[in-house]
C-alpha cells in the first residue's frame, strides 16, 4: 500500500523564480491538501483539492496556486518567489474533503536564496 | 490569541514516566482533533485522533478530549527516548473541508 509521495525532495531556487511541486496521494485517497511548515512552527493550511477543484484555502496570496489531476494527484507551485517562502512544503492525503484523518506525505525543503 | 495554542517546551521526561502534552483551540466550533508526532527533520506522523468528549487510548497513547473546556490533551505512557520529538495539536471543523488549524508544537524530551 503505497502511502503519500512527493517530489522533489529539496529545491534550490532564487528569488522571482517559480517553483512546481508535486504530491500523489495514498492509495485510496481523493483528496490532497498543502501546507508550508517553517522552521520551529506548525504546518500552514495553504488549500485543499478535491474533486479536481480547490475547496478550502488558507490566508495566501495569489502567488501560490494548484492544481489536482483526475487521477488524483496535486500540483503546488508558487509564483515570484520570495526569500519568506522557503519551507518544508508538506501534502497530506485524505478522503472526502473532509477533516477526516489525514496523512503526510515527507515533505519537500524548499530554500529560496 | 492564536487558534491553537501548545506549549512549546521543551519538556523532559525520565524514561519510563508519564508525558503529558497539552493544547487549547479557541474555536467552540471545532469537531475533529488530531496528534501528529514529528522528529527533526521529517514529516507529520499521525498518531491519534478523537472526535467525541472523553478519552481515547491506544497502546502508550491516550487522548483526551474536553469540548467544554476547549481543552485536548495526549498521555504517553512508559515515555521512551524514541517518543523524544515535537509533538503537534491540530484542529478541524467539518465546514471549512481539510483545513487543519496547528498548533506550534511542543518538543518532548525523554531522557534515559
Known amino acids: 500500500d503505497a502511502g503519500v509521495t512527493q517530489s522533489p525532495t529539496h529545491l534550490i531556487k532564487t528569488r522571482g523564480q517559480q517553483v512546481t511541486l508535486r504530491c500523489s496521494p495514498k492509495?485510496?485517497?481523493?483528496?490532497v491538501s498543502w501546507y508550508q511548515q517553517a522552521l520551529g512552527q506548525g504546518p500552514q493550511f495553504i488549500f485543499q483539492?478535491?474533486?479536481?477543484?480547490?475547496?478550502q484555502r488558507g490566508n495566501f496570496p495569489d502567488r501560490f496556486s494548484g492544481h489536482q489531476f483526475p487521477n488524483y494527484s496535486s500540483e503546488l507551485n508558487v509564483n515570484a518567489l520570495l526569500l519568506g517562502d522557503s519551507a518544508l512544503y508538506l501534502c497530506a492525503s485524505g478522503a472526502g474533503g473532509t477533516t477526516d484523518t489525514q496523512y503526510f506525505g515527507p515533505g519537500t525543503r524548499l530554500t529560496v536564496l | 490569541q492564536k487558534e491553537v495554542e501548545q506549549n512549546s517546551g521543551p519538556l523532559s521526561v525520565p524514561e519510563g514516566a508519564i508525558a503529558s502534552l497539552n493544547c487549547t483551540y479557541s474555536?467552540?466550533?471545532?469537531?475533529?482533533f488530531f496528534w501528529y508526532r514529528q522528529y527533526s527533520g521529517k514529516s507529520p506522523e499521525l498518531i491519534m485522533f478523537?472526535?467525541?468528549?472523553g478519552d481515547k487510548e491506544d497502546g502508550r497513547f491516550t487522548a483526551q478530549l474536553n469540548k467544554a473546556s476547549q481543552y485536548v490533551s495526549l498521555l504517553i505512557r512508559d515515555s521512551q527516548p524514541s517518543d523524544s520529538a515535537t509533538y503537534l495539536c491540530?484542529?478541524?471543523?467539518?465546514?471549512?473541508?481539510?483545513?487543519?488549524?496547528f498548533g506550534q508544537g511542543t518538543e518532548l524530551s525523554v531522557k534515559p
Open positions: 492509495s485510496g485517497h481523493d483528496t
Open positions: 474555536d467552540r466550533g471545532s469537531q475533529s
Open positions: 478523537i472526535y467525541s468528549n
Open positions: 491540530a484542529v478541524g471543523r467539518d465546514n471549512q473541508g481539510g483545513k487543519l488549524i
Open positions: 483539492y478535491y474533486e479536481e477543484e480547490e475547496r
